[in-house]
């Protein structure tokens, strides 16, 4: 699998990459060590480089950095809940396949997973200049209409007439995983003042 090659097919044409990605078998692990695990950590490490390194504006402070230890814990720590996030949703994917007239078949659910995260992953990038972050918010979202695709391809099987009530159930689990992840890292990192280093 390359890498660079189907995370730029996924976001351009993901209509027709996601019927090759459903001829192909791909174990879980492979799915994650090959594609998930490196391409999400470009993304934290934009975010590590753009708060600890870069830095940004912040009104009537100035210019402000995360400390260095602590922007790298808040990257390592998200990057390992972020990838975790996205291997329960493949798993609630395929739990709620029968729901919906689908056919279970965990390894095409991570695919699902998976591969619609590629532009969240790939919209990360912009976190390496943290006022251009809302770029990859934009690109996320494009994510939805990705996995949309895939529900329609159909990788899961999935009757027509259930495609839209599959997805939005999906959507809401994604919505729910990353609130507990936005809960989780706002418990372990309160950012205040005295955690920022100003740079006038």
Do not use: C
């Not at 695990?37 to 934290?44: F, N």
């Not at 395929?94 to 689908?102: K, R």
């Not at 159909?154 to 994604?174: C, E, N, R």
């Amino acid at each position: 699998m390359n890498l660079v090659a189907r995370a730029q097919a996924i976001i351009l044409k993901p209509k027709e990459e996601w019927v090759k990605i459903k001829g192909e078998p791909t174990p879980v692990m492979q799915l994650f060590t090959g594609y998930a695990l490196p391409l999400a950590a470009v993304a934290y490490a934009a975010m590590f480089i753009g708060e600890a390194l870069i830095g940004y504006r912040v009104p009537f402070i100035g210019w402000v950095r995360v400390p260095f230890v602590r922007a790298l814990l808040h990257a390592v720590i998200f990057y390992a809940l972020a990838v975790a996030s996205v291997y329960a949703w493949g798993m609630v994917i395929n739990a709620l396949a029968a729901t919906f007239g689908s056919k279970p078949n965990l390894e095409n659910a991570m695919k699902l997973a998976v591969y619609s995260a590629t532009p969240v992953w790939v919209g990360g990038v912009f976190n390496l200049l943290p006022f251009l972050s809302w770029l990859g918010i934009i690109l996320g979202l494009y994510g939805l209409y990705v996995m949309y695709l895939g529900f329609q391809s159909p990788m899961m099987d999935t009757p027509p007439d259930k495609v839209v009530g599959y997805l939005v159930v999906s959507i809401v689990v994604y919505v729910v995983l990353f609130a507990v992840i936005a809960v989780l890292m706002s418990a372990i990192f309160t950012v205040g003042v005295g955690t920022i280093t100003p740079r006038f």
